[in-house]
């Protein structure tokens, strides 16, 4: 029998549609059903590319044995973490809470009233690592549901208090200062791996929000050690086994603290912030190996993650058929000498072994090696390395490609927008500046409803419908932000407004300034969920933030830069005690310490060849969050255009900060050092 989840958007929940398990979609409906029946839910999240979860399907969701107690004992309700951060959050918050660690599969039981009240993660078909069988869990709590209802009961009621407990207190309503950053960087020097790069131990996660902080505190005040960390990083990372040195792109994480084996799932939401930090440290630096690896990343994601309708798709899935019709985690990307022999003969092969370190024993599982690009004294012939990594590429292409998930993810797409206009501008490539107008254009004709009110999710040029989230909000403004200053068009200002009124009306406490992840107005949890951290994303909360004051400082709008201010306490909080997990955070409140400063640039006519120039220079500028308004003299486009006339017939750049201006200038290298941090 097909289950419920036949007709929804999500590549997940359709992955799960032919299960025997009776499967609802989240909704109270459902809840209804397990009031009316008297049994208990099991709450099961996951996402598409998420290999435990696909395993966990395959042994138990499957099995008919397992699904006839399931569907004769509990509701089921199966939710995709992707299209509802918010019910992942607020229970992923209990798991944790109660069990010290969390992941997906999360596998919670609940009351018929939402309350959790028993919890885990993966749990196998048979009893094995000291793990219980899933069948002896799901009887374990079938039997404390009959005999033992009312304490249950109080079990969950004494969890839901103590999540009603945990409200965020984050200090005060103050932004960080000097002291504060200062602090944050020594915390990070602490956590430094000086040997590998990156932070901390295995797994060890690519810290981009972490090093665009480093790469602003550097342009604000010279910390060479700041610059270093952020370099070095990105060198180990892009010489790993992270980045895919055949099609671009980084994988989720490296599973050892050489960046050598990555968890091979590529992410739509890592590849965007990778791409932009990238550009960023070419920016600062002119690095070649930085420029290469920005580029390639974006051509990735326009080549393999867009969509039909212009969007971008959220992910590639790890695992793919290794060609014997089995399913392998990193089939796809592995080579073995043998397999290098055949595609390119044996010295080319000899070459290619050495210049990517495929070993005999091999890097990876069974012989097979990752790709890396390992420091060596040997010099190679660009042009041979450049042909074999052709012909390695083409032969890739034959092998079964890993599983896309298809649906396009507000918030993620924002992070893309943003970095493939400003890639496409620091690069000359118009043709990424063109992708990104797509996916703005999409989230607005798709995502935007009359009221500006976002859509979480569509899917095949459907919309979902999941109301938008904090983080929706916050990074489609980002990504409209950053198009403002590349195309000078300034609609896409006027778009990131509707939507950040919606953050300041919907979404912040009045009183405090803090954020909450779901509007005043959304479907109640069983708490309001409210995260500031910074993990595989930008939190809502500082994503906001940056947002915030970015549009104030175009705007002028006092409630706006406010808001961000205020919303900024918890960097001051957080950012010396855990700066790895509030790295987009202290970028803002760099950004709030610089100014940020407000750019101008006008010119006789929008394609002036002088006046482009100018515009390159603004957009090139290291200083922190520096927002760029770009048009003819006498043009209402910007606020910040207003006027702005030439300078002796000539294109003219303005540059103010904290109320003051200097000097218009006509000359590129005196923007350039103005805009140098």
């Known amino acids: 029998m097909a ?13 799960h549609a032919d299960n025997p398990v009776d499967w609802w979609p989240w909704s109270e409906e459902a809840f209804a059903e397990a009031r009316g029946r008297g049994v208990p839910v099991l709450l099961s999240v996951g996402y598409s590319s998420c290999h435990w979860c696909h395993v966990m399907a395959h042994e138990s969701f499957e099995d008919r044995v397992t699904a006839d107690y ?26 944790q809470a109660a069990t010290g660690q969390g992941g997906w599969p999360m596998t919670v039981f609940l009351t018929p009233e939402a309350e959790p009240f028993y919890f885990g993660t993966y749990f196998p078909p048979a009893p094995r690592h000291g793990m219980p069988s899933f069948r002896q869990v799901l009887e374990g709590v079938r039997q404390a549901w009959v005999d033992r209802r009312e304490e249950v009961a109080e079990v969950a009621g004494k ?78 990372m892009a010489r790993g086994g992270i980045y895919d040195q055949l099609g671009g792109g980084f994988a989720r994480y490296s599973v050892d603290r050489d960046w050598t084996v990555p968890h091979f799932e590529k992410m739509l939401y890592d590849n965007a ?30 080549r393999e993650l867009r969509t039909a309708e212009g969007g971008f798709a959220s992910a590639l899935d790890a695992d793919s058929d290794d060609g014997s019709g089995k399913h392998v985690e990193g089939a796809y990307y592995v080579w073995t000498p043998e397999q290098l022999t055949e595609v390119l003969g044996p010295d080319d092969a000899r070459l290619a072994a050495q210049y990517f370190g495929v070993t005999d024993e091999g890097t990876f599982e069974h012989g097979a090696s990752v790709l890396q690009l390992p420091q060596q004294d040997s010099v190679f012939d660009a042009e041979k390395i450049d042909g074999i990594r052709r ?85 489609v403004a980002e990504g409209f932000l950053a198009l403002a200053s590349v195309t000078g068009e300034g609609v896409w200002l006027e778009f990131a407004g509707f939507l950040l009124d919606h953050v300041l009306v919907r979404f912040a406490d009045p009183e405090s300034g803090a954020l909450y992840d779901t509007a005043a107005d959304a ?27 970015a549009y104030a400082a175009h705007t002028g709008s006092e409630p706006h830069r406010t808001a961000a201010e205020k919303a900024l306490g918890v960097v001051k909080a957080l950012g010396p005690r855990v700066p790895r997990f509030i790295g987009w955070g202290l970028a803002a409140a ?88």
């Open 523 to 549: 479907e109640r949890l069983i708490r309001r969920p409210q995260d500031p951290t910074d993990n595989a994303v930008p939190s809502g909360w500082t994503a906001a933030a940056g947002a915030l004051l």
């Open 273 to 302: 912030l990778l791409c932009r930090v990238y550009a960023h440290l070419w920016r600062a630096t002119g690095s070649e190996l930085a420029r290469r690896v920005a580029l390639e990343t974006a051509d990735f994601m326009v």
């Open 3 to 15: 289950n419920r989840l036949a007709h929804e958007t999500s590549p997940y929940l359709l992955q």
């Open 391 to 475: 012909r390695l590429l083409g032969a890739r292409a034959g092998r079964p490609a890993p599983g896309r998930d298809d649906k396009v993810v507000a918030a993620w797409n924002g992070l893309a927008v943003a970095a493939l206009a400003e890639t496409g501008a620091y690069f000359d490539r118009p043709d990424l500046v063109d992708a990104a107008v797509g996916a703005a254009d999409l989230l607005v004709r798709l995502h935007l409803d009359e009221q500006a009110r976002l859509s979480r999710t569509s899917k095949d040029g459907q919309a979902g419908a999941n109301a938008g989230v904090l983080e929706d909000y916050a990074d």
């Open 590 to 677: 760099e950004a709030l310490l610089d100014g940020p400063r407000e750019v101008a640039v006008v010119g006789p006519a929008v394609d002036d060849p002088a006046a482009r120039a100018l515009h390159r220079t603004a957009l090139l500028g290291t200083a922190p969050g520096a927002v760029v308004a770009y048009g003819i003299t006498g043009s209402d486009e910007f606020p910040l255009l207003a006027d702005r006339p030439l300078s002796n017939g000539e294109p003219t750049a303005y540059v103010c900060r904290n109320f003051t201006c200097d000097a218009p200038t006509t000359d590129p290298e005196r923007l350039r050092t103005a805009l140098s941090g």
């Open 159 to 236: 969890i839901v208090r103590d999540l009603a407990e945990r409200e965020i207190s984050f200090g005060d309503a103050r932004a960080p200062g000097e002291q504060e950053l200062s602090q944050a960087l020594l915390g990070l020097t602490r956590e430094y791996d000086p040997q590998r790069g990156g932070f901390g131990g295995a797994p060890k996660f690519p810290p981009s929000m972490v090093i665009e902080f480093l790469l602003r505190h550097h342009a604000r005040t010279g910390a060479e050690g700041a610059l270093q960390m952020a370099q070095d990083t990105c060198e180990r």
């Open 70 to 95: 399931l569907n004769e004992h509990f509701v089921t309700i199966k939710v995709d973490r992707e299209e509802r951060p918010d019910v992942d959050a607020v229970y992923m918050e209990a798991v």
